[in-house]
């Protein structure tokens, strides 16, 4: 694969097992809205973690149906930005539909993942290594709309 986009190439998503033949997917969409979301800051967001081969999740003890697998999820930063920032603006990008918030690991994660009709944004954060759904609270903590 070349180049996906201007800021963007299919090496940035490679998987970090070390192991596979990173023969990879990337969803277009995706690629997309971390362009609009390096317009909306100014700055390339950093990809900490994109697809994710199958070597991986086993190794990880991670799900074989999850969005990384599918080339349609990253973790990312955006260098200068505050996390709670990145995670607001994330959120009014029609295309990204599955949003966390990381802060132990000072990321976001974002996904296109296809929802049902009519259904809302999946939304979670990840606090001491455990998933939890997103709630209000922990939107009042961490400065979330």
């Known amino acids: 694969m070349g180049n996906l986009s201007e800021h963007f190439n299919s090496r940035d998503f ?3 097992c070390g ?15 971390l362009e609009m979301i ?5 700055r390339t967001p950093k990809i900490v ?11 990880h ?7 990384h697998s599918k080339g349609k999820a990253v973790h990312i930063y955006v260098d200068g930005a505050k996390l709670s920032e990145l995670y607001n603006y994330a959120k009014t990008i029609p295309e990204i539909r599955g949003l966390g918030y ?3 690991e000072n990321c976001i994660h974002i996904d296109t993942r296809a929802l049902d009709k009519g259904a809302e944004k999946d939304e ?6 455990n998933i939890r759904p997103m709630s209000p609270e922990a939107k ?5 709309l």
């Open 14 to 16: 490679d998987c970090r």
């Open 19 to 33: 192991e596979c033949r990173n023969d990879i997917r990337i969803h277009l969409g995706l690629v997309g809205a």
């Open 38 to 42: 390096g317009a909306n800051f100014r």
């Open 49 to 59: 973690s994109a697809f994710r081969c199958e070597y991986y999740n086993d190794k």
């Open 61 to 67: 003890n991670i799900g074989k149906k999850n969005s």
């Open 102 to 104: 990381y802060p132990d």
């Open 124 to 129: 979670w954060y990840k606090e001491n290594r």
């Open 140 to 144: 009042a903590k961490y400065g979330l």
